[in-house]
T-cell receptor
Framework: DSGVTQTPKHLITATGQRVTLRCSPR?????VYWYQQSLDQGLQFLIQ???????AKGNILERFSAQQFPDLHSELNLSSLELGDSALYFC???????????FGPGTRLTVL | EDQVTQSPEALRLQEGESSSLNCSYT??????LFWYRQDPGKGPEFLFT???AGEEKEKERLKATLTKKESFLHITAPKPEDSATYLC??????????FGKGTRLSVIA
């Protein structure tokens, strides 16, 4: 158990819908990262927050957004969902950028 | 652009047959190289961090080494429970971790 929690574990929804994925980092970690992993792709970095502020952005679509709250939990919002958004979404946390990241169990999103 | 290439893509071993996985990287100013293990449908599990060339880390049947251009994950006398995808990632300062696509290891009893 990495100490990072993610909810929900599974999410099934329809095209055009909007969903919110939630992540709680390990106790004391200030950085939260979001990744997408599709069957034929490796881990794709989406976005990083550090202590409530956006720190880095990767290949995140404009339909996706995220935020980190004062209690350090983070939410990833995915809107106008398409079939291609079906994937595993992972959250990770770390104490500082150069330290190892610890991953949560992931949310499996299926868009029908 | 920072790049990480892992080889082979897939590796099938007999139980007890030792081997090595390779992670080669091109990055300016490496600050750290990380190895993770990922089981199907699960989150990556942290294994090792290596910071400088010549450094080695060990954990049970796994040993990770680092040179200036690549890292190796040596698996000694593997068991079926070592079957997983092994991911390598590099950190170069202000940019996020860059992951390789992984090596899918199967250990057959």
């Amino acid at each position: 158990d990495s100490g990072v929690t993610q909810t929900p574990k599974h999410l099934i929804t329809a095209t055009g819908q909007r969903v919110t994925l939630r992540c709680s980092p390990r106790s004391g970690d200030l950085s939260v990262y979001w990744y997408q992993q599709s069957l034929d792709q490796g881990l794709q970095f989406l976005i990083q927050y550090y202590n409530g502020e956006e720190r880095a952005k990767g290949n995140i679509l404009e339909r996706f957004s995220a935020q980190q709250f004062p209690d350090l939990h983070s939410e990833l919002n995915l809107s106008s969902l398409e079939l291609g958004d079906s994937a595993l979404y992972f959250c990770a946390s770390s104490a500082r950028g150069e330290y190892e990241q610890f991953f949560g169990p992931g949310t499996r999103l299926t868009v029908l | 652009e920072d790049q990480v290439t892992q080889s082979p893509e897939a590796l099938r071993l007999q139980e007890g047959e030792s081997s090595s996985l390779n992670c080669s990287y091109t990055v300016s100013g490496l600050r750290g190289l990380f190895w993770y293990r990922q089981d199907p449908g699960k989150g990556p599990e942290f294994l090792f961090t290596l910071y400088s060339a010549g450094e080695e880390k060990e954990k049970e049947r796994l040993k990770a080494t680092l040179t200036k251009k690549e890292s190796f994950l040596h698996i000694t006398a593997p068991k079926p429970e070592d079957s997983a995808t092994y991911l390598c990632a590099v950190f170069a300062g202000n940019t996020p971790l860059v992951f390789g696509k992984g090596t899918r290891l199967s250990v057959i009893a």
